[in-house]
């Protein structure tokens, strides 16, 4: 049976907001992380999610002056089309319910609690958002079950195990395990690890294929034969030039110092973003969710805005500046080489399998800078001993350098690498905790101390270190990491490697609120405002320019030399075939 392009969209959708909402932290070891796509979801982000969603509802209600009933429809009209069925589904089975609860003035923590949905561990607290009712969160629950004590059809719902146990979706549910475990392209018809679609991993990611049914042919490449006849590395200059007969790759690229960029980051250096107008009512429409598909089939991050390889112009605010474009700038020839091989959750351990999706072949490719960028996830975790989960300096040595080493082996030759610091997240804290969030806006009545201490209660804070009010705890955290800022350091300075030559920069959090003050912004501007976590949108534009200023005045030869022949490139092949 063939099944079409749209219909594995739709089930990867459903199937990666399973995924997503039942995500945890990823392990220190080498190996892959074990993946389920089971309906059977990690309870904390169920709770979160559950948590947002009604508020979202009340809100409405709330705004609008509708019944909670008219608020579920209303919330379902704004998702795109190709997701609507799943949001009736839900709002059909869910929204008598909550509307039941809420009219009866429960607020979202005992609504998700009344429907399972949050729950609570023997001898572990009652976790919310909100402060409690006047009768107690205890008690308001118990009234709410109460009332939800014959949702049959609930029950059913809840009890349903798994999408992937149909046999028409086996296959189709294992290649998406394949794509989220190895980072790799769903749509990739020759194999070579580059695609012709945006998302599951495709061009958003790396730079988009020229031509997926030829596997010799793709971004990064040296030309064959100075691609007279045809463009194999995908940078949109080939053919003669019939004044002289000389190819025009070998004419503009010959001896130009192509080289690409790679990520090997963590979320922040894929760029994990939730937009704000999901959860802001007072801004709420249509629009607000037109790019929900997109975020979805991209692990809600946005590598195409990044600071090292984003290429095109943002649409979440700010504006887009990254490594990759100023290296296109300064020689055209390097159009759309670019790799982000980035992990939500991604550390120091968990590169050692996600570095294997790297595409670099190292006798016929251009050498690479490579950015390795893990700035907090080897010190955050939600684990209530968080201290003793974080990575020692000790395993963090090995596990760099082991990389390094898998580089090594696979980088031509005349590559660089930069190793970047990892952030001090006391910024977080300081900034943002006394500020409403976005879903407290409307009511002033949720701050970012309030869901950090709700995302802890739960077990699933990002960063159970840094997103605390415990000062003791914040300066520890920040104190491991600047003791695995040094290790990088060290091995930049000791470490030699026989195909590229290695660097370290610190990451650059204060430099950047330095240059965002002289424009007139506030530091909690830089931090993502619905995860209160995150670099923004201005904090990655802001972080290109530091970096590149700081490679031009120490490191000019990582850089290459700048392309005499950009603005004839430009006047015969324009934009090269775009991104």
């Given at each position: 049976?063939?099944?079409?392009?749209?219909?594995?969209?739709?089930?990867?959708?459903?199937?990666?907001?399973?995924?997503?909402?039942?995500?945890?932290?990823?392990?220190?070891?080498?190996?892959?992380?074990?993946?389920?796509?089971?309906?059977?979801?990690?309870?904390?982000?169920?709770?979160?999610?559950?948590?947002?969603?009604?508020?979202?509802?009340?809100?409405?209600?709330?705004?609008?002056?509708?019944?909670?009933?008219?608020?579920?429809?209303?919330?379902?009209?704004?998702?795109?089309?190709?997701?609507?069925?799943?949001?009736?589904?839900?709002?059909?089975?869910?929204?008598?319910?909550?509307?039941?609860?809420?009219?009866?003035?429960?607020?979202?923590?005992?609504?998700?609690?009344?429907?399972?949905?949050?729950?609570?561990?023997?001898?572990?607290?009652?976790?919310?958002?909100?402060?409690?009712?006047?009768?107690?969160?205890?008690?308001?629950?118990?009234?709410?079950?109460?009332?939800?004590?014959?949702?049959?059809?609930?029950?059913?719902?809840?009890?349903?195990?798994?999408?992937?146990?149909?046999?028409?979706?086996?296959?189709?549910?294992?290649?998406?395990?394949?794509?989220?475990?190895?980072?790799?392209?769903?749509?990739?018809?020759?194999?070579?690890?580059?695609?012709?679609?945006?998302?599951?991993?495709?061009?958003?990611?790396?730079?988009?294929?020229?031509?997926?049914?030829?596997?010799?042919?793709?971004?990064?490449?040296?030309?064959?034969?100075?691609?007279?006849?045809?463009?194999?590395?995908?940078?949109?200059?080939?053919?003669?030039?019939?004044?002289?007969?000389?190819?025009?790759?070998?004419?503009?690229?010959?001896?130009?110092?192509?080289?690409?960029?790679?990520?090997?980051?963590?979320?922040?250096?894929?760029?994990?973003?939730?937009?704000?107008?999901?959860?802001?009512?007072?801004?709420?429409?249509?629009?607000?969710?037109?790019?929900?598909?997109?975020?979805?089939?991209?692990?809600?991050?946005?590598?195409?805005?990044?600071?090292?390889?984003?290429?095109?112009?943002?649409?979440?605010?700010?504006?887009?500046?990254?490594?990759?474009?100023?290296?296109?700038?300064?020689?055209?020839?390097?159009?759309?080489?670019?790799?982000?091989?980035?992990?939500?959750?991604?550390?120091?351990?968990?590169?050692?399998?996600?570095?294997?999706?790297?595409?670099?072949?190292?006798?016929?490719?251009?050498?690479?800078?490579?950015?390795y960028a893990t700035i907090g996830n080897d010190v955050c975790n939600g684990n209530r001993d968080t201290l003793a989960h974080m990575t020692t300096p000790k395993e963090m040595f090995s596990?760099?350098?082991?990389?390094?080493?898998?580089?090594?082996?696979?980088?031509?030759?005349?590559?660089?690498?930069?190793?970047?610091?990892?952030?001090?997240?006391?910024?977080?804290?300081?900034?943002?905790?006394?500020?409403?969030?976005?879903?407290?806006?409307?009511?002033?009545?949720?701050?970012?101390?309030?869901?950090?201490?709700?995302?802890?209660?739960?077990?699933?804070?990002?960063?159970?270190?840094?997103?605390?009010?415990?000062?003791?705890?914040?300066?520890?955290?920040?104190?491991?990491?600047?003791?695995?800022?040094?290790?990088?350091?060290?091995?930049?300075?000791?470490?030699?490697?026989?195909?590229?030559?290695?660097?370290?920069?610190?990451?650059?959090?204060?430099?950047?609120?330095?240059?965002?003050?002289?424009?007139?912004?506030?530091?909690?501007?830089?931090?993502?405002?619905?995860?209160?976590?995150?670099?923004?949108?201005?904090?990655?534009?802001?972080?290109?320019?530091?970096?590149?200023?700081?490679?031009?005045?120490?490191?000019?030869?990582?850089?290459?030399?700048?392309?005499?022949?950009?603005?004839?490139?430009?006047?015969?092949?324009?934009?090269?075939?775009?991104?």
């Amino acid at each position: 049976m063939r099944v079409s392009r749209q219909t594995l969209l739709n089930l990867f959708w459903l199937l990666l907001l399973l995924k997503a909402a039942s995500s945890s932290p990823l392990p220190r070891g080498n190996d892959p992380p074990p993946l389920s796509l089971p309906f059977g979801l990690n309870k904390g982000h169920t709770c979160v999610g559950c948590v947002l969603v009604v508020s979202v509802i009340e809100q409405l209600a709330q705004w609008h002056n509708s019944t909670v009933k008219a608020a579920v429809e209303r919330l379902c009209s704004y998702i795109p089309e190709k997701l609507q069925g799943f949001c009736l589904l839900l709002a059909e089975l869910y929204g008598p319910h909550i509307a039941e609860l809420i009219d009866k003035e429960m607020n979202a923590d005992v609504v998700c609690h009344s429907l399972k949905l949050c729950k609570q561990d023997p001898g572990q607290p009652l976790c919310h958002l909100y402060p409690p009712p006047k009768m107690g969160l205890s008690t308001a629950i118990r009234k709410a079950k109460r009332i939800m004590k014959n949702s049959k059809d609930l029950k059913s719902f809840i009890g349903f195990s798994n999408v992937c146990a149909f046999p028409l979706l086996a296959n189709l549910c294992e290649k998406i395990k394949y794509v989220i475990r190895n980072k790799l392209p769903f749509e990739d018809f020759d194999g070579d690890k580059f695609s012709t679609f945006p998302t599951l991993r495709g061009y958003h990611w790396r730079g988009r294929d020229c031509n997926d049914k030829n596997t010799t042919v793709y971004p990064g490449r040296r030309p064959d034969d100075w691609d007279a006849k045809s463009d194999s590395n995908c940078n949109g200059i080939w053919g003669v030039d019939p004044k002289d007969g000389i190819p025009y790759e070998e004419k503009f690229c010959k001896g130009a110092d192509s080289q690409g960029v790679v990520l090997l980051g963590d979320s922040a250096g894929a760029h994990f973003h939730i937009p704000p107008d999901w959860m802001t009512v007072t801004q709420m429409s249509t629009k607000s969710f037109a790019n929900l598909p997109m975020a979805f089939t991209d692990e809600f991050d946005w590598p195409q805005f990044s600071e090292i390889t984003g290429f095109l112009n943002s649409t979440i605010g700010g504006w887009t500046d990254s490594l990759y474009l100023r290296l296109r700038r300064r020689n055209r020839c390097n159009h759309r080489d670019l790799q982000n091989i980035s992990q939500n959750g991604g550390s120091s351990g968990s590169f050692l399998h996600l570095i294997k999706s790297l595409a670099r072949n190292q006798l016929l490719d251009n050498p690479a800078i490579v950015i390795y960028a893990t700035i907090g996830n080897d010190v955050c975790n939600g684990n209530r001993d968080t201290l003793a989960h974080m990575t020692t300096p000790k395993e963090m040595f090995s596990n760099v350098v082991q990389a390094l080493r898998y580089l090594d082996s696979r980088l031509p030759n005349g590559s660089h690498v930069i190793l970047t610091g990892l952030v001090d997240g006391r910024f977080l804290w300081d900034n943002l905790h006394d500020r409403y969030h976005p879903l407290g806006q409307l009511n002033r009545d949720v701050t970012y101390s309030q869901v950090y201490s709700f995302l802890d209660c739960l077990q699933v804070s990002p960063c159970r270190g840094w997103l605390t009010p415990n000062e003791t705890l914040r300066n520890l955290t920040s104190e491991r990491a600047l003791q695995l800022s040094n290790v990088l350091q060290e091995i930049a300075r000791s470490e030699k490697f026989a195909n590229f030559d290695i660097f370290y920069m610190d990451f650059p959090l204060r430099q950047t609120a330095e240059e965002w003050h002289k424009m007139g912004g506030e530091p909690w501007q830089l931090i993502e405002p619905v995860d209160g976590f995150h670099p923004s949108q201005i904090a990655a534009a802001l972080g290109t320019g530091i970096t590149w200023q700081k490679a031009l005045r120490e490191w000019p030869r990582v850089l290459g030399k700048e392309n005499p022949f950009n603005d004839q490139i430009e006047a015969i092949f324009k934009d090269q075939g775009g991104h």
